[in-house]
């Protein structure tokens, strides 16, 4: 069964950076399209970035230009990398792997 592991979240302030990691484990890794949502504190769940089995990558008009989705399928990895945090990137961060799988969460908080 295929398990994934965020890691990487935390607080910094404005115009700082993260990078978020999530590792999956099984063997279909490689084929499957994976990306990250998030949760702002009262909204719903958002799309924030995908990447292809292949490296195409969608983001949300938001984050583009400042967050950058990319994945390792040798270690079973993808990452988010944030730069130029605002605080309305304050939410839980969540891992998804095509169709229905989803990660714990990890919280990243932006404050001003």
């Known amino acids: 069964q295929v398990q994934l592991l965020e890691s990487g979240g935390g607080s910094v302030q404005t115009g700082g950076s993260l990078r978020l990691a999530c590792a999956a484990s099984?063997?279909?890794?490689?084929?499957?399209?994976m990306g990250w949502y998030r949760r702002a504190p009262g909204k719903q769940r958002e799309l924030v970035a995908i990447?292809?089995?292949?490296?195409?990558?969608t983001y949300a008009n938001s984050v583009k230009g400042r967050f950058t989705i990319s994945r390792d399928n040798a270690k079973r990895t993808v990452y988010l990398q944030m730069n130029s945090l605002k605080p309305e990137d304050t939410a839980v961060y969540y891992c998804?792997?095509?169709?229905?799988?989803w990660g714990q969460g990890t919280q990243v908080t932006v404050s001003s």
């Open positions: 998804y792997l095509y169709p229905d799988l």
């Open positions: 099984g063997s279909t890794f490689s084929f499957q399209v």
């Open positions: 990447i292809s089995s292949g490296g195409s990558t």
